[in-house]
């Protein structure tokens, strides 16, 4: 579970930028300014980050607060499990990220396991819907839904990307340092059980 004050700010964020999009009021417009301000200083005070930058990556949205979605690619290939490894961190993940405008969930994933992996791939089915906020990730800013998507490989080969530096499978047994900020070993774990068990129900958290 993350801790209060992040959940604090969040959700005092949240309310801020709900109500700048909807209030008229010159008052209410002030108090709602004052709100996401305190929600920059709340994160600011429990981390190394300047209050420009919160403002910029985490208080400067419009519009009606929603969660963000994170979409994962799960491949399979001789029972082992496809990871990439992270230029940013060094560290290994499942091929995937952001949700894109304009994309289906399914969608998403083939484009980013291709661009991160060099592998063509098509969606197979829905594994699990994870609320980040549940699960051992470091603490950020935004509010997180995780999509994992049992994919299959229909082509192309293993090749780097633009943010990805190494392309690899790996038994469950002999998992690499995690990029945990993407994937927990305990959710590489729950792929593994659907190998096992096709027939597992999705998850919902």
């Not at 930058?53 to 985490?58: E, N």
Request: with cysteine; glycine share 8%.
């Amino acid at each position: 579970m993350e801790q209060k004050w992040l959940t604090w700010a969040k959700e005092i964020q949240a309310i801020a930028q709900t109500g700048l999009t909807y209030a008229k009021d010159v008052y209410d417009i002030e108090r709602y300014q004052a709100l996401r301000e305190l929600s920059v200083d709340i994160l600011a005070n429990y981390t190394f980050e300047s209050k420009e930058r919160i403002r910029l990556s985490f208080a400067s949205e419009g519009g009606y607060s929603t969660p963000k979605v994170d979409i994962r690619g799960v491949v399979f290939q001789e029972e082992r499990i496809l990871l990439v490894r992270e230029k940013l961190d060094g560290k290994w993940a499942l091929p995937g990220g952001w949700g894109d405008i304009g994309l289906s969930p399914s969608e998403v994933v083939v484009k980013e396991i291709g661009e991160e992996s060099g592998f063509e791939t098509e969606a197979i089915r829905l594994l699990a819907v994870l609320d980040k906020k549940f699960h051992n990730h470091p603490p950020e800013p935004y509010h997180v839904y995780k999509f994992f998507i049992l994919c299959r490989i229909i082509g192309g080969e293993a090749m780097q990307g633009v943010e990805t530096s190494e392309v690899s499978f790996f038994a469950e047994d002999e998992l690499p340092e995690l990029s945990v900020e993407r994937n927990t070993s305990e959710q590489i774990g729950t792929m593994f059980e659907y190998l096992r068990n096709p027939e597992k129900v999705v998850i919902l958290d």
